[in-house]
């Protein structure tokens, strides 16, 4: 029995351990989307009455942007042409005006810009230091008022339409 104890142990003895190391890395790469409501894909700014010449126009668009961010973010718009034409004549873009804000799921946080003008340069509407998921932006869109746009009709059309394509953007911050 001794000999089978004492060699228990021998055996025990020589055991070894052998440990191995793994690194583990979370690696969180930024992403950011920016959806426009597709219900609100088009917007128009009608003036039907001599107040809305003299006044302008809004449109106000709720949950206009839809927005998921890893991260802080910008976002940003702006028009593809400085000016809008029909049958030469033209709205200056810069006439008409933009203000974000918060919408049903608000970024916290979040600055948002008021009456921007509309340009082909991109302007910033909103600004966050956080991330966030499915955060909805509203967005209104102003005419100008003070008659500006008076001159701009064409006889025979029913509506005078004067286009731009907007592009919206998201950049992480």
């Known amino acids: 029995m001794k000999q089978f104890v004492m060699g228990s142990l021998a055996v025990l003895g020589f055991a070894t351990v052998n440990a191995q190391n793994v690194t583990l890395n979370v690696r969180l790469k930024p992403i950011q989307t920016l959806v426009v409501n597709n219900a609100q894909k088009i917007v128009n700014l009608d003036y039907v009455t001599k107040d809305d010449y003299a006044n302008g126009v809004t449109s106000v668009n709720a949950d206009h942007l839809n927005v998921f961010s890893t991260g802080g973010f910008q976002v940003k718009v702006k028009s593809a042409n400085a000016a809008m034409q029909n049958g030469g004549k033209s709205i200056q873009a810069n006439t008409i ?4 804000t918060a919408g049903s799921e608000a970024v916290n946080g979040a600055q948002y810009a008021q009456n921007v003008q509309l340009s082909a340069n991109e302007a910033t ?10 955060k ?3 967005i209104e ?10 001159d701009n009709y064409i006889a025979g059309q029913d509506p005078t339409v004067y286009t731009t394509e907007l592009t919206y953007t998201i950049v992480s911050q």
């Open 97 to 100: 005006q933009i203000k974000a």
């Open 125 to 134: 509407l909103v600004t966050s230091t956080t991330g966030g998921v499915n």
């Open 136 to 138: 909805k932006i509203n």
């Open 141 to 150: 869109y102003k005419g100008a008022g003070a008659n500006a746009y008076i």
